[in-house]
């Protein structure tokens, strides 16, 4: 059974970078793509970016070119950089995986969750 635990989060001043981790066990990150979600104070939870098993990547429009999503197959471990952050980038953050080749930024693809880290951008 896939288990992912987010690191990372925490305060941020507007236009500040913060990385965000997602440590998996139980299984290997390599037979699964990969994504983060995230949910803003009193909004639904949204796609913010995704790697597919092989690589290749997606973005929520909101979120490109300032964020990066990446992996670590010897440390089974994926990441999410955060730049240029935006008062509106405050949410809780989720780190999700499928076992698939290909990554969606749709909810319902997902069957493993982390439990959540928050990040606050704010001065």
């Known amino acids: 059974q896939l288990q992912l635990v987010e690191s990372g989060g925490g305060l941020v001043q507007p236009g500040g970078s913060l990385r965000l981790s997602c440590a998996a066990s139980?299984?290997?990150?390599?037979?699964?793509?990969i994504a983060w979600f995230r949910r803003a104070p009193g909004k639904e939870r949204e796609g913010v970016s995704c790697?597919?098993?092989?690589?290749?990547?997606g973005y929520a429009n909101s979120v490109k070119d300032r964020f990066t999503i990446s992996r670590d197959t010897a440390k089974n471990m994926a990441y999410l950089q955060m730049s240029t952050l935006k008062a509106e980038d405050t949410a809780v953050y989720y780190c999700?995986?499928?076992?698939?080749?290909?990554?969606?930024?749709?909810?319902?693809?997902?069957?493993?969750w982390g439990q959540g880290i928050q990040v606050t951008v704010s001065s």
């Open positions: 790697i597919r098993r092989f690589g290749g990547t």
């Open positions: 139980g299984a290997t990150l390599d037979d699964y793509a």
């Open positions: 999700a995986a499928v076992r698939s080749i290909f990554c969606t930024l749709v909810e319902a693809s997902y069957d493993n």
